[in-house]
């Protein structure tokens, strides 16, 4: 017996309604925004991470799945989207289009990490990527998209944390002044942040290790190094919101895990799901295009775990959408309806009317066992008088009530019912 890889997951016949009611709100939303799809491949040039993503960061320094194909070159699946985004824009010259570019994905992302409740090797994300515009109003309206995604699932609870890392300028200031406060402190760090502490000092303030929040508690805070452009931004994003009247906590140990962001950063976080809380994490990334080859351009967006989103959901005792079921379910009683229901089937199919009939040679009273496991809505009982009558009966399963119906009329009477 193989089994499924660590940390990965199936998503069963049964359960895959949950998905599609996820995919089908964030598509909505999207198109609502006028935001418009981009799929890139699943792997790509293990470089493009290096340089997008940041060779200073957890996930390109342990956490990626990296192969060498069978032409000896350095291959990678996409520990996150939006590298893979930036490429495209790049390389198919999306400069051209009048700006801003609002693109949105749903991929699979990979990462070896431990696999534990709301962590995965293998999780989707819902992303959105923004670029052209510099504006603190595309900030928002990027922060405002995951809001109306939660919102139309009907989550109240999730957090709006929100914090400005400013932009390379601030941050050399910054990471000095953070330095020399924690170097008092360098021996009772954990050892992941002993490394961190020359390569990206920032990410500290993320540990989730308990004796390094105790030491980055009174931290200095980075909005107090900002310069004063990276400031006017940062308090137009908040007042903007204000405006909105979205409840936000100003977090200074909102860092994010990849180095290309610059200026806003924020996360939705869930108390209801345990540690892996985090359920959108996002913000502005004004280099990143610059870095993987480009002319500079400016971006902002988010990616957001769709498994953390299903789990907030169940766990909220909010609705994850509805197991499909057949309209309709057609037993037959002789083996003359037997051969004849196949077209007949078939065209109601066709009309979009989701039928189901019998493929396991079931005895009648065994059909009817079948159509209420299904849970079809309506049952058809065809045998050889009704072939001849054309006249058939059609049962609402739920209330038991039976109305006659003309065969060459069926499509008529499912019409009617929608
Ligand atoms: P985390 O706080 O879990 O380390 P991250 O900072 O690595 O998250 P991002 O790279 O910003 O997260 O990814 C965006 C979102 O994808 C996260 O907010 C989370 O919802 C989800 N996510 C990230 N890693 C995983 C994982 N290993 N398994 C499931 N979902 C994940
Ligand atoms: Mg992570």
Same mark, same amino acid.
């Given at each position: 017996?193989?089994?499924? !890889?660590?940390?990965?997951?199936?998503?069963?016949?049964?359960?895959?309604?949950?998905?599609?009611?996820?995919?089908?709100?964030?598509?909505?939303?999207a198109l609502d925004f006028? =935001?418009?799809?981009?799929?890139?491949?699943?792997?790509?040039?293990?470089?493009?991470?290096?340089?997008?993503?940041?060779?200073?960061?957890?996930? +390109?320094?342990?956490?990626?799945?990296?192969?060498? /194909?069978?032409?000896?070159?350095?291959?990678?699946?996409?520990?996150?989207?939006?590298?893979?985004?930036?490429?495209?824009?790049?390389? %198919?010259?999306?400069?051209?289009?009048?700006?801003?570019?609002?693109?949105?994905?749903?991929?699979?992302?990979?990462?070896?990490?431990?696999?534990?409740?709301?962590?995965? *090797?293998?999780?989707? #994300?819902?992303?959105?990527?923004?670029?052209?515009?510099?504006?603190?109003?595309?900030? +928002? &309206?990027?922060?405002?998209?995951?809001?109306?995604?939660?919102?139309?699932? @009907?989550?109240?609870?999730?957090?709006?944390?929100?914090?400005?890392?400013?932009?390379?300028?601030?941050?050399?200031?910054?990471?000095?002044?953070?330095?020399?406060?924690?170097?008092?402190n360098y021996d009772d760090?954990?050892?992941?942040?002993?490394?961190?502490? &020359?390569?990206?000092?920032?990410?500290?303030?993320?540990?989730?290790?308990?004796?390094?929040?105790?030491?980055?508690?009174?931290?200095?805070?980075?909005?107090?190094?900002?310069?004063?452009?990276?400031?006017?931004?940062?308090? %137009?994003?908040?007042?903007?919101?204000?405006?909105?009247?979205?409840?936000?906590?100003?977090?200074?140990?909102?860092?994010?895990?990849?180095?290309?962001?610059?200026?806003?950063?924020?996360?939705?976080?869930?108390?209801?799901?345990?540690? #892996?809380?985090?359920?959108?994490?996002? @913000? *502005?990334?004004?280099?990143?295009?610059?870095?993987? @080859? @480009?002319? !500079?351009?400016?971006?902002?967006?988010?990616g957001m775990g769709l498994?953390?989103?299903?789990?907030?959901?169940?766990?909220?005792?909010?609705? +994850?959408?509805?197991?499909? +079921?057949?309209?309709?379910?057609?037993?037959?009683?002789?083996?003359?309806?037997?051969?004849?229901?196949?077209?007949?089937?078939?065209?109601?199919?066709?009309?979009?009317?989701?039928? &189901?009939?019998?493929?396991?040679?079931?005895?009648?009273?065994?059909?009817?066992?079948?159509?209420?496991?299904?849970?079809?809505?309506?049952?058809?009982? =065809?045998? /050889?008088?009704?072939?001849?009558?054309? &006249?058939?009966?059609?049962? /609402?399963?739920?209330?038991?009530?039976?109305?006659?119906?003309?065969? /060459?009329?069926?499509?008529?009477?499912?019409?009617?019912?929608?």
């Amino acid at each position: 017996m193989i089994n499924i !890889p660590k940390g990965t997951k199936d998503v069963l016949p049964q359960e895959s309604y949950k998905w599609h009611y996820i995919e089908n709100k964030v598509r909505g939303v999207a198109l609502d925004f006028n =935001i418009k799809e981009i799929r890139t491949p699943t792997f790509e040039c293990t470089e493009l991470f290096l340089r997008g993503v940041g060779d200073t960061t957890d996930i +390109v320094n342990k956490e990626m799945y990296t192969f060498t /194909d069978k032409g000896n070159r350095s291959m990678t699946l996409k520990p996150e989207g939006t590298a893979g985004v930036a490429r495209a824009f790049i390389e %198919n010259g999306l400069y051209a289009n009048t700006q801003p570019t609002k693109m949105y994905y749903i991929t699979p992302v990979f990462r070896y990490e431990r696999p534990q409740a709301g962590r995965l *090797r293998e999780h989707h #994300q819902f992303g959105i990527e923004y670029y052209g515009s510099e504006s603190y109003m595309a900030d +928002v &309206e990027v922060m405002m998209v995951a809001k109306t995604i939660f919102d139309r699932l @009907g989550i109240k609870e999730l957090v709006l944390n929100i914090n400005s890392i400013g932009c390379p300028e601030c941050r050399k200031k910054y990471n000095e002044a953070l330095k020399d406060y924690l170097r008092v402190n360098y021996d009772d760090l954990c050892e992941t942040c002993k490394e961190r502490f &020359e390569k990206n000092p920032l990410r500290i303030l993320d540990c989730k290790e308990e004796k390094c929040k105790a030491i980055t508690a009174k931290a200095p805070v980075i909005l107090d190094y900002l310069c004063d452009d990276c400031k006017a931004h940062h308090e %137009n994003v908040l007042k903007q919101l204000d405006k909105l009247k979205i409840p936000y906590v100003v977090n200074p140990h909102i860092v994010r895990g990849l180095d290309y962001y610059t200026r806003t950063v924020f996360e939705f976080v869930s108390t209801s799901i345990g540690a #892996q809380g985090t359920v959108c994490g996002g @913000g *502005r990334y004004n280099n990143l295009v610059e870095q993987v @080859g @480009g002319k !500079p351009c400016p971006a902002v967006g988010f990616g957001m775990g769709l498994e953390r989103l299903i789990l907030t959901l169940e766990s909220l005792g909010l609705s +994850v959408g509805e197991e499909e +079921v057949p309209s309709l379910y057609i037993a037959t009683m002789s083996e003359k309806a037997k051969e004849d229901i196949m077209p007949f089937a078939l065209n109601l199919r066709a009309h979009g009317i989701s039928t &189901e009939i019998d493929l396991m040679d079931r005895s009648f009273k065994g059909q009817l066992k079948f159509a209420n496991k299904i849970g079809a809505k309506y049952m058809l009982v =065809i045998g /050889d008088d009704e072939l001849t009558s054309n &006249e058939a009966k059609i049962k /609402d399963m739920a209330t038991g009530e039976e109305t006659p119906v003309k065969l /060459d009329e069926i499509v008529k009477f499912f019409i009617k019912e929608a």
